[in-house]
């Protein structure tokens, strides 16, 4: 995850009480027939921001793009743009700038041309035009492809084609639907950076449509994880990871353990959970503050458990089991354990260390041990 400056501790605006969202959704619903897409929904997103929304297919993200773009109009309450309803206005009026995922170049024009193409449209005059392509050139890197047709580039140029053109008339908000849904990993890994970087320097608010966690937790300043057309939690992706607020959201969002249990506070902070026949209670901060015993889900990621051949000396909780399977996933190892209560937990470690010389292998009797602050008691 990069820390850039949408993404830095100095731009927070969502905890600004005087900022004035770029965009706001007020109580939207869309529907199509009887079919509900998007369920009373209301959001804003701020100037600047490099917004993520983030879920499973149909869960109503592509929507929520499309009623932004002019493409849908929302069956009920607002949505606005600079304090102006949009409901009146029609695609081609709006600042608002689209990018879809096939990028949609013309494959008869070069580089140059594509990026200008939009601008030829306009009334800026030519040699404004052309100063404006050779910029955009520029910031995506693309000087030296300038003369080439979209064919005699790679994929990663042709995207970052279709962001220059997206760009050239610098909209106040620019829609990524899936943009890098075409690209290997590795590139798409590189590009998610250059992504952050440009839209660093152009300060343009990006809203970006994903169901790729890695994506979203490396792009945005904030990410809304939506549900059935509904958005169930909206932070910054460090919160997203370390604090969701449901078992829906620790679970959609990277890999994690969920242990179910009975909660008992033992403190204003603390529980104890019992969680299994036999087993030892696992004691965890709980900053929700249970004030009474209930029925909780207790998440805690594969990185904040360490696995040992040996018993520890000191730890919170220590649980013991059995390796019955092993990822090898090179930097990397995840291991699979049951324990004494056939419950599976996994565990992450780094191989530091080359494979024949790793100390935990298949059938091997093992400790896991974490603290009472690594894991996460959710209600909900």
Known sequence: MTESASTGTDFEPWNDPKAVPLIQFKNVTKRFGDFTAIDNLTLDIYAREFYALLGPSGCGKTTIMRMLAGFETATEGTISLSGQDMAPVPPNKRAINMMFQSYALFPHLNVWDNIAFGLKRSSMAKDQIAARVEEMLRLTQLEKFARRKPHQISGGQRQRVALARSLAKAPKLLLLDEPLGALDKKLRQETQFEL?????????????????????????????????????????????????????????????????????????????????????KIHTSCPTGLTAPQRISFA???????????????????????????????????????????????????????????AITWEDDVWISFTDTAGMVLTT
């Open 196 to 280: 952050v970087d440009i839209q660093e320097k152009t300060g343009t608010t990006f809203v970006i449509v994903t169901h790729d966690q890695e994506e979203a937790m490396t792009v945005a300043s904030r990410v809304a994880v939506m549900d059935h057309g509904k958005v169930v939690q909206v932070d910054t992706p460090a919160n997203i990871y370390e604090a969701p607020n449901s078992v829906y959201v620790a679970d959609f969002i990277g890999d994690i353990n969920i242990i179910e249990g009975y909660a008992t506070p033992i403190s204003d902070t603390m529980v104890s959970v019992d969680f299994a026949e036999g087993q030892p």
């Open 300 to 358: 805690i990621r594969p990185e904040k458990l360490l696995i040992s051949t040996e018993k520890p000396t000191e730890s919170a909780n220590i649980l013991s089991g059995k390796v019955v399977d092993i990822a090898y996933l090179g930097n990397i190892s995840t291991y699979h354990v049951k324990l004494a209560s056939g419950q599976m937990i996994k565990a992450q470690s780094a191989n530091t260390r080359r494979i024949r010389r790793r």
